[in-house]
């Protein structure tokens, strides 16, 4: 079965300050990893996914296999990075669907 | 220049009154889903067509069906609605394999009086 992780609910910064969103998975083989946002009143989108290898809106994310990992960082974060932010999972033997994890919400205080 | 277009916004139903929700795509992907968010919760797929072949997830209750009439519409039937069925419905496509996308919609909400 697979499974993601995001341990927390709300993470609350400064402006300008670093930014690390967790996310671990669970999964046996090599999936596929994604962050999508959601900004207030606006549709879930894509951020990044890992395959990419891109950075977006300042934002990174390193798969890291022997953790488990797929943690979303930006070194300064700013106010309108404030949104909700899943992290998502794509098996190979599960064909297109997605596995979402619960979500973390960042806001960006000024 | 919408892509996936959800109808309704917000729907309002009764107990048990039959309920339809309305998915289009203008990108013509192969794949599209459906999705069930309730607050504070992960969006739950439901099922998914790839093309015309439905996909249901095993704990999808038989209350919820979906039709697939062409590429560019798939509706979501919920038969009987109950009180717990109120939740945001997602409707996402994508084109299908290795590596691709899912674009959503905005979403419908469910209310169930």
């Known amino acids: 079965a697979q499974r993601v992780t995001q341990p927390e609910k709300l993470l609350s910064v400064f402006k300008g300050a670093p930014v690390e969103l967790k996310c671990n998975y669970s999964?046996?083989?090599?999936?596929?990893l994604f962050w999508y946002v959601q900004y207030s009143r606006q549709r879930l989108q894509l951020l990044l996914r890992?395959?990419s290898r891109e950075s977006i809106k300042g934002f990174t994310a390193d798969l890291n296999k022997g953790e488990t990992s797929f943690h979303l960082k930006k070194p300064f974060a700013q106010e309108e990075d404030s949104a909700m932010y899943y992290c998502?999972?794509?098996?190979?033997?599960?064909?297109?669907?997605?596995?979402f994890g619960t979500g973390t919400r960042l806001a960006v205080r000024p | 220049d919408a892509m996936v277009i959800q109808n309704p916004r917000y729907q309002v139903t009764q107990f048990g009154k039959p309920v339809t929700l309305s998915c289009s795509q203008t990108?013509?992907?192969?794949?599209m889903y459906w999705y069930q968010q309730k607050s504070s919760q992960a969006p739950k797929l439901l099922f998914h067509?790839?093309?015309?072949?439905?996909?249901n997830e095993a704990d999808t209750p038989d209350n919820f069906q979906s039709r697939r009439p062409n590429t560019s519409f798939c509706f979501l039937d919920i038969r009987s609605p109950g009180l717990g069925d109120a939740a945001m419905y997602l409707c996402?496509?994508?084109?299908?394999?290795?590596?691709?996308?899912?674009?959503f919609g905005p979403g419908t909400r469910l209310t169930v009086l």
């Open positions: 998502a999972l794509k098996g190979r033997s599960s064909g297109d669907k997605l596995t």
């Open positions: 999964y046996s083989g090599s999936p596929e």
């Open positions: 996402a496509t994508s084109r299908g394999g290795q590596g691709d996308t899912q674009y």
């Open positions: 990108l013509n992907h192969n794949v």
């Open positions: 890992h395959i």
């Open positions: 067509y790839y093309d015309k072949d439905f996909n």
